[in-house]
Structure formats: structure tokens, C-alpha cells
């Protein structure tokens, strides 16, 4: 297996895919004129609103190897089977890569024994548009504190026997985890579907300002652990001026509640997904954190019905770490007229943080934006929003 052709760039001394790969849509841009733009971006964003602070933004302390997950696809270029990522803008085609600026610099050689294996046992690759073929995707986990990866073999039904790369992934030593996902969903998702441990352990540990995660093949979690360590340690910093009881909404495996739960009295999380409230559970036991718990319940409906309860009363603080899209048309008023004293707001969409502060700014001041880089060479910022409310 060979990659696809080689893009001007290399001449630059970028990623040789640049250009032709979408992973990386900026990385031909000094690192300090990224930060230049995402930071002008933000405050034409919110120039709207009565802002106190934006504070300057966060520079990930990796700019290079930082992702701790990718999903590469497999696909054929020119009648040759390739491994890599999307091309830009043509979603069919798979760019074969023998590099990945953003990821694992074990990438090659994983890379290697992959492209190995299928070309020795002629496996065929998915074709999203036809229907045909069966190796869809290798996801890949890695955590930067303890240096472990998982590998995750996603094929359609048919292709069940892998014990050949098993044999070879194994060799690896640092490859902790192998599971084969079988995903015959029409929808372009990766690690989704009948997930069946092959290999090791069950689970890679990541530690994140020496509190450690533990991490599944379906956990999610911040892609950047340098720069998720950046974005803990600024909430809580903000959250040290807070106290009482907190509300962790979309509170994923912990990752926030587990952070800050030493300032509250005690904390709890709520989240619709019964794997991360698993994944939660099993944090806070391994820290010994005891002043939390989590709560599996749909934040849309949750919310409201506290809210109408009069139970939401008893927290001084909600932290909102909502999906790309934002809140619900139902959470936003219920968050809004919750009486909650404060609002810790992370968003990975500054445009859809903009819609919810149209809401929320109705008994909400906004004290501070802080803006966070989690994915380098690319235009995408975390921010972080810190509201108090005007009704006291």
C-alpha cells in the first residue's frame, strides 16, 4: 500500500498531505497568527454582548502529536487500498496518509502493520456510496500520560476474524487494547455498533491534572489532554470564587465534576448517555472522590422538571458542558429562570454559545469569556463563559 500523491506543501515543510487531507485546515499559518485569528473571530462573535473581560486565548502546549483519538478510514485511491482521512470537501475519497501531524507519532508503524495485513489477506475496503466491501475504519486511543494506545477495528458484518492482525498488533507493546466493532449502519460513524473486546485490557488510563480517567472504546472525552489540562485548570480557577453545591450538566465521564469537586460541598452530574455515566462512576471511584454523583437522565427533560421542582434552588452553581449544538429550546429557559447564583458555560462551538447568550443574558451578566485552543491547525476554539446573575 502506497499514499496518495504528495501535495505542494511538503516543499514548505508541513504535513506532504496538507492541502489534500481534511484533517488540518490551517496548519500552513505560524501557530501565532492562528491564535491572532481565532481570537479576532471570537470577539467580532461576541461583540454583540456586554462583556466585562475576554481574557486572551489559551495556546495548546502541543501543536503538533496533540490528539489523543482519531478514526482513520480505509478506502482505495486509484485502484490501491489506502488507510488515512477524508479528502477535503470529496467525503468518498480516502487520502492514504504515512504521516498524521495531529496524532500519535507511533502512527507509521501502526499505520504499517495495518496496510500490511490487509494487502497480505486481500481484505476489501468499505465503500460508503456502493455498499460494498467490509474494513471500514481504525480507530485509534492514546493517552499522553501513560503512553497506551487502543486499537479499534471497525468492519461490517462478514469480516470477523482478525486474529492475524491481533497476532500482529500485539507485538506492539504498547498497543493495550484491541476491539473489533461491527458497524453496519449506513451512517457514516466509526466506533459505533456490537463492540467485543479481542485483546488486553479493557480500558487505557489517562491522568489530566493528576486526576486519572479511565477510558472505554465508546468514553468520550476532551481529543487534547495537554490543552484539556489548560481548559480543567481555567474552570477551576473560576470556580474557586464559587462554594455550596454544583450542577455538572452533559457531564460526560466526569472529566469537569472530578476536577472541581473539591471546591462544592458536593456535586451532581447528569448525562444522557449510560456509558459515560458508567465511565463517571468508575472515575470518581478511582480517585476516591465521594461528594459526587451522577444522574442518567435527558438534560432537556431534567432541567425543566428540577427547575419546576424548585429542586434546581439548592445548587449555586451550574456548569454547562453542552454537544456542538448547544442547548435544547427547552434547557435554555430553564437554565435561564433556574435562580442559580452561577453559570460555567463550555462551549466547543462559539457560534452556538453566541444563541444560548441571547437567552441567557436575559438574567444573566456575562463576567468573562476565556478562549482555549484544543485543536491547532484548525479554526475551531473552546470557550469558556462565566455568568452571574443579575436577579440577586
Known sequence: MTPCEITPYQIAGLCKHFGLCGGCDSQDLPYAEQLKNKEARITELFSRFKIKEIMSIIPSPEICHYRNKMEYAVGVWDGIKVVGLRQKNRFYRVVGLDECRIFNKDLPRIFGIFSDWITANN??????SKGTGFLKYLALRHSKYYDDLMAIVVVRSGLMDISALVNEFRKFKKIR???LCVNDS???????GDIKLIYGDERIRERINGIDYSIGPESFFQTNSLACGSLYAAIK???????????????????I???VADIF???TGVDISGCSIEDASINAKLNNINNV????RDAELYIPELAASGGIKRFSTIILDPPRAGLSKKTRPAVR???????IYVSCSPKNLAEDLKVLTEAYDIEKLIPVDMFPHTRHAEVIAILKSNKV
Open 186 to 192: 449506513l451512517s457514516d460513524v466509526a466506533a459505533a
Open 123 to 128: 481484505i476489501e475496503p468499505y465503500h460508503n
Open 177 to 179: 487494547s484491541i476491539y
Open 257 to 259: 465534576t472530578l476536577q
Open 293 to 296: 454523583n451522577f444522574v442518567c
Open 265 to 267: 460541598s458536593d456535586m
Open 337 to 343: 429562570d433556574s435562580g442559580v447564583k452561577n453559570i
Open 237 to 255: 480557577e473560576e470556580a474557586k470564587g464559587m462554594s455550596g453545591s454544583a450542577l455538572d450538566v452533559c457531564c460526560g465521564l466526569g472529566g
